[in-house]
């Protein structure tokens, strides 16, 4: 087998599962500030409870994550040495800066957060607490940082070196900015803050089902409910900005999100169809007009299609399509599921309605599988460039790997992986079933 | 600055983070080391929560070191990562299966469960320690480089006594760092007990490092030039021994704090007179001459290498003031609660 391949499935299976833990730690750590701030502004009991609770979640979610994404550290070594070797100028400045400014800062003060209850004073927890949070989003920031330079590559120049030709920087801060930084960022976070909150409301629905921790069960719903509003709408007006970019910067994987084949003015939108790549066309349920207007404003504006590429310079249309739509289609049920929810906390009838409250439970599988295929969307629409329109993905795999090894490796991280998300699931099934502890309702003793 | 200023800067700095790994998590792979030796479950426990705060953080400078290995001498990182691979990929198993049987272990009270998980930490710990040695072995005897930069072995080569005492070595030095740690956060009969395992760490670890010293000066004689050349730099061993032969004598007037210093000192300037030797290369091609990679031929180019220094001069202060803090809130003995491990 083709190692370019192997390497390839591998990297998606590592990224695939590493990516389950960083949204709810992300997302996880906005809502613990939230609950801890409330704690310390009211001093209500049940917040430092819901703080404790969610708190050794966290840290059950967080060594996941941790494990998980040491991988992906060394992982452009292993397998991608070419790239590393092209890019790395470039490249591995961000994941320099994500160990620097993230890791260390979320690791240090996480054993605050997990085991300082009595050795800090409430206000320095918090603090801790809020510098976890922040470390999680500025690991998100560099990591979105270094991806996006691979989709939108800018401040660079080829220059030749001891060993051939390499992408070298020509300005740190227009790399960082580069055209899609800001928008994949937001996008990704309100993603995040989706897959945390969710998770929040669901075990809070889950406990009023079960006619337990009532409470506690609300309280978490109402905190978390609110994140997942402002979020799931923030995911529709970032998505729409990311839209805008990748039109002008990306125009082949736009091409391919909508299967947009003739470049012409009024380019139809397609709510659900399925790409006929031998006919090139889209059947399906189309609003027309509406991606020309929605990128330009108008449906005079002009969108690139496909036969503005070349056939190698494509990517896999119907696969691009495929995880781009059920992307949209998820992010636009959680607009109705937690707004709907929303106003019915609201107005009290939730919590009492049976259904809801499954809806609400079964709402933590959505963001999980928007941000999966969503970002699958982004990264097999950028092919078969690694680095878009600079470098192939074929170009950059390591020159010494043999298929054995990377079948082996292939092997060992899918076989360990399943084992984890079981272990994983069995550990948080058993936490949520343990509930809340009564213990946790006592203030720690002041320390000074 | 220019010249080439910045690559030894940075061979210096990509020098401390793994310095800094091998300190910090030296420790704690040590305690995973010894974790079987400790018979009761609550000893085990005090164990896992002797490094349960820190051992996270201590982590990140391993993968801070790569990352900054891949901004500042990417094609080291390229060639390393890549000619080591089945190495490497083992050892990220390792770590994976520590920092989940170190989380995880506690959780259920089943004895089958914890025997498991415990025969996982112990296991995971010694392995990733030797294989963190083993890729040293390699690394300081050289290894084939073609002309593009990338290792050109096979992995049985990777094998041979060098790197496999080299491999030997690291886990004794781990072990013993680790034994002095735990008799620092441990009281009552199981110090007493650490205590005693104190001596036959320090044996152990003078024993190989007396081999690997001999190796090096019998078959690396190229290690060894830097200090003939320069002899003046002969302290930095001369440290190195003062520093080793220091923990026993700590150990025996009653400065445990003391001896912990020294031994993290002797890591330090081990890595020192390592880092003397093999610079200003990081790999040593053998073979071909002039294939070897340099700080200098293998490095990103300038303008990387002054703004990663201006992050690194930014954020590496803030990350050692709140690190001393976090471990000055967590000193003392261990004490089992509710939110233990």
């Given at each position: 087998?083709?190692?370019?391949?192997?390497?390839?499935?591998?990297?998606?299976?590592?990224?695939?599962?590493?990516?389950l833990y960083?949204p709810l730690s992300i997302g996880l750590?906005?809502i613990?500030?939230?609950?801890?701030?409330?704690?310390?502004?009211?001093?209500?009991?049940?917040?430092?409870?819901?703080?404790?609770?969610w708190?050794?979640i966290f840290?059950?979610v967080?060594?996941?994550?941790?494990?998980?994404?040491?991988?992906?550290?060394?992982?452009?070594?292993?397998?991608?040495?070419?790239?590393?070797?092209?890019?790395?100028?470039?490249?591995?400045?961000?994941?320099?800066?994500?160990?620097?400014?993230?890791?260390?800062?979320?690791?240090?003060?996480?054993?605050?957060?997990?085991?300082?209850?009595?050795?800090?004073?409430?206000?320095?927890?918090?603090?801790?607490?809020?510098?976890?949070?922040?470390?999680?989003?500025?690991?998100?920031?560099?990591?979105?940082?270094?991806?996006?330079?691979?989709?939108?590559?800018?401040?660079?120049?080829?220059?030749?070196?001891?060993?051939?030709?390499?992408?070298?920087?020509?300005?740190?801060?227009?790399?960082?900015?580069?055209?899609?930084?800001?928008?994949?960022?937001?996008?990704?976070?309100?993603?995040c803050w989706q897959a945390g909150a969710l998770f929040v409301v669901s075990v809070g629905a889950f406990?009023?089902?079960?006619?337990?921790?009532?409470?506690?069960?609300?309280?978490s719903?109402?905190?978390a409910?609110?994140v997942a509003?402002?979020?799931?709408?923030?995911?529709?007006?970032?998505?729409?900005?990311?839209?805008?970019?990748?039109?002008?910067?990306?125009?082949?994987?736009?091409?391919?999100?909508?299967?947009?084949?003739?470049?012409?003015?009024?380019?139809?939108?397609?709510?659900?169809?399925?790409?006929?790549?031998?006919?090139?066309?889209?059947?399906?349920?189309?609003?027309?007009?509406?991606?020309?207007?929605?990128?330009?404003?108008?449906?005079?504006?002009?969108?690139?299609?496909?036969?503005?590429?070349?056939?190698?310079?494509?990517?896999?249309?119907?696969?691009?399509?495929?995880?781009?739509?059920?992307?949209?289609?998820?992010?636009?049920?959680?607009?109705?599921?937690?707004?709907?929810?929303?106003?019915?906390?609201?107005?009290?009838?939730?919590?009492?309605?049976?259904?809801?409250?499954?809806?609400m439970v079964?709402s933590v599988l959505l963001p999980q599988?928007?941000?999966?295929?969503?970002?699958?969307?982004?990264?097999?629409?950028?092919?078969?460039?690694?680095?878009?329109?600079?470098?192939?993905?074929?170009?950059?795999?390591?020159?010494?790997?043999?298929?054995?090894?990377?079948?082996?490796?292939?092997?060992?991280?899918?076989?360990?992986?399943?084992?984890?998300?079981?272990?994983?699931?069995?550990?948080l099934?058993?936490?949520i079933?343990?509930?809340?502890?009564?213990?946790?309702?006592?203030?720690?003793?002041?320390?000074? | 600055?220019?010249?080439?200023?910045?690559?030894?800067?940075?061979?210096?700095?990509?020098?401390?983070?793994?310095?800094?790994?091998?300190?910090?998590?030296?420790?704690?792979?040590?305690?995973?080391?010894?974790?079987?030796?400790?018979?009761?479950?609550?000893?085990?426990?005090?164990?896992?929560?002797?490094?349960?705060?820190?051992?996270?953080?201590?982590?990140?400078?391993?993968?801070?070191?790569?990352?900054?290995?891949?901004?500042?001498?990417?094609?080291?990182?390229?060639?390393?990562?890549?000619?080591?691979?089945?190495?490497?990929?083992?050892?990220?198993?390792?770590?994976?299966?520590?920092?989940?049987?170190?989380?995880?272990?506690?959780?259920?009270?089943?004895?089958?469960?914890?025997?498991?998980?415990?025969?996982?930490?112990?296991?995971?710990?010694?392995?990733?320690?030797?294989?963190?040695?083993?890729?040293?072995?390699?690394?300081?005897?050289?290894?084939?480089?073609?002309?593009?930069?990338?290792?050109?072995?096979?992995?049985?080569?990777?094998?041979?006594?060098?790197?496999?005492?080299?491999?030997?070595?690291?886990?004794?030095?781990?072990?013993?760092?680790?034994?002095?740690?735990?008799?620092?956060?441990?009281?009552?009969?199981?110090?007493?007990?650490?205590?005693?395992?104190?001596?036959?760490?320090?044996?152990?670890?003078?024993?190989?490092?007396?081999?690997?010293?001999?190796?090096?000066?019998?078959?690396?004689?190229?290690?060894?030039?830097?200090?003939?050349?320069?002899?003046?730099?002969?302290?930095?061993?001369?440290?190195?021994?003062?520093?080793?032969?220091?923990?026993?004598?700590?150990?025996?007037?009653?400065?445990?704090?003391?001896?912990?210093?020294?031994?993290?000192?002797?890591?330090?300037?081990?890595?020192?007179?390592?880092?003397?030797?093999?610079?200003?290369?990081?790999?040593?091609?053998?073979?071909?001459?002039?294939?070897?990679?340099?700080?200098?031929?293998?490095?990103?180019?300038?303008?990387?290498?002054?703004?990663?220094?201006?992050?690194?001069?930014?954020?590496?202060?803030?990350?050692?003031?709140?690190?001393?803090?976090?471990?000055?809130?967590?000193?003392?003995?261990?004490?089992?609660?509710?939110?233990?491990?």
């Amino acid at each position: 087998m083709d190692i370019v391949l192997l390497s390839r499935l591998q990297f998606a299976i590592t990224i695939g599962f590493h990516y389950l833990y960083p949204p709810l730690s992300i997302g996880l750590g906005l809502i613990l500030v939230l609950m801890e701030g409330l704690y310390l502004k009211t001093r209500n009991p049940l917040y430092l409870q819901m703080t404790r609770f969610w708190v050794r979640i966290f840290g059950l979610v967080f060594a996941f994550g941790v494990g998980t994404g040491i991988v992906m550290e060394f992982e452009f070594g292993t397998n991608w040495a070419r790239y590393s070797r092209y890019v790395g100028d470039i490249f591995g400045g961000p994941l320099a800066a994500e160990g620097i400014f993230a890791f260390f800062l979320e690791s240090g003060f996480l054993a605050i957060l997990l085991f300082g209850w009595d050795k800090v004073g409430p206000r320095m927890h918090f603090f801790s607490t809020l510098m976890v949070a922040l470390g999680a989003h500025f690991s998100a920031v560099w990591i979105i940082v270094a991806n996006s330079w691979m989709q939108t590559p800018t401040a660079y120049r080829i220059v030749e070196t001891a060993n051939g030709q390499r992408a070298e920087i020509t300005s740190f801060w227009d790399a960082v900015l580069n055209p899609s930084t800001i928008d994949r960022l937001t996008h990704t976070i309100m993603g995040c803050w989706q897959a945390g909150a969710l998770f929040v409301v669901s075990v809070g629905a889950f406990y009023l089902l079960r006619d337990k921790h009532h409470d506690f069960g609300k309280a978490s719903i109402r905190i978390a409910l609110a994140v997942a509003m402002v979020a799931s709408l923030g995911q529709l007006l970032t998505g729409h900005g990311s839209a805008v970019t990748i039109a002008r910067h990306q125009p082949a994987k736009l091409a391919a999100f909508e299967g947009i084949y003739q470049t012409g003015a009024d380019a139809d939108m397609t709510v659900l169809g399925w790409v006929d790549e031998e006919a090139q066309t889209v059947h399906g349920i189309r609003v027309p007009g509406m991606l020309s207007y929605l990128v330009g404003g108008s449906r005079e504006t002009v969108i690139k299609g496909l036969d503005d590429f070349p056939a190698d310079e494509r990517p896999p249309v119907q696969t691009t399509f495929q995880l781009y739509h059920l992307m949209v289609a998820i992010g636009m049920t959680l607009i109705a599921i937690t707004w709907g929810g929303g106003l019915l906390a609201w107005r009290g009838v939730l919590f009492r309605s049976r259904p809801l409250l499954w809806v609400m439970v079964l709402s933590v599988l959505l963001p999980q599988i928007a941000n999966q295929v969503g970002w699958a969307a982004s990264e097999i629409g950028r092919q078969p460039w690694i680095v878009y329109g600079l470098m192939r993905t074929r170009d950059a795999v390591s020159e010494v790997l043999s298929p054995g090894q990377v079948i082996f490796s292939l092997i060992l991280f899918t076989v360990i992986y399943l084992a984890l998300f079981v272990v994983f699931f069995v550990l948080l099934d058993h936490k949520i079933r343990k509930g809340p502890l009564d213990e946790d309702l006592a203030a720690p003793p002041e320390v000074t | 600055m220019d010249g080439g200023h910045l690559n030894v800067i940075w061979y210096l700095l990509v020098g401390v983070l793994f310095t800094g790994y091998a300190i910090l998590d030296g420790f704690d792979l040590g305690v995973g080391g010894l974790h079987l030796l400790a018979r009761k479950d609550h000893d085990r426990r005090v164990f896992l929560n002797a490094i349960g705060p820190v051992w996270d953080g201590n982590q990140v400078w391993l993968v801070t070191g790569g990352g900054a290995l891949f901004a500042a001498f990417p094609e080291v990182y390229a060639t390393a990562f890549s000619g080591f691979y089945t190495g490497f990929i083992l050892l990220l198993f390792m770590l994976i299966f520590r920092g989940v049987s170190i989380h995880v272990r506690s959780l259920r009270a089943g004895k089958l469960w914890r025997q498991a998980w415990d025969g996982a930490f112990w296991g995971s710990s010694v392995l990733a320690s030797f294989i963190i040695g083993v890729v040293m072995g390699n690394i300081a005897w050289g290894v084939p480089i073609a002309e593009d930069f990338s290792y050109r072995g096979s992995l049985l080569a990777q094998l041979h006594p060098y790197p496999l005492l080299m491999g030997g070595a690291v886990v004794a030095l781990f072990l013993m760092h680790g034994a002095i740690y735990l008799v620092l956060k441990t009281d009552g009969d199981l110090n007493t007990q650490v205590r005693r395992w104190v001596r036959p760490t320090i044996v152990g670890f003078v024993v190989m490092y007396g081999l690997i010293t001999a190796a090096t000066l019998l078959f690396v004689p190229r290690l060894v030039n830097p200090f003939w050349v320069h002899p003046w730099l002969v302290v930095v061993p001369v440290a190195n021994i003062l520093a080793i032969a220091n923990i026993p004598r700590e150990m025996h007037k009653g400065r445990e704090m003391a001896a912990f210093l020294s031994s993290a000192a002797a890591i330090a300037l081990l890595l020192g007179v390592l880092g003397i030797g093999m610079f200003p290369e990081m790999i040593h091609g053998n073979g071909t001459p002039g294939t070897s990679l340099t700080a200098f031929n293998a490095a990103s180019s300038q303008q990387t290498l002054a703004t990663m220094l201006a992050l690194a001069g930014v954020g590496m202060p803030l990350v050692l003031g709140y690190t001393f803090n976090i471990y000055r809130v967590f000193r003392g003995k261990v004490k089992i609660d509710s939110m233990s491990y």
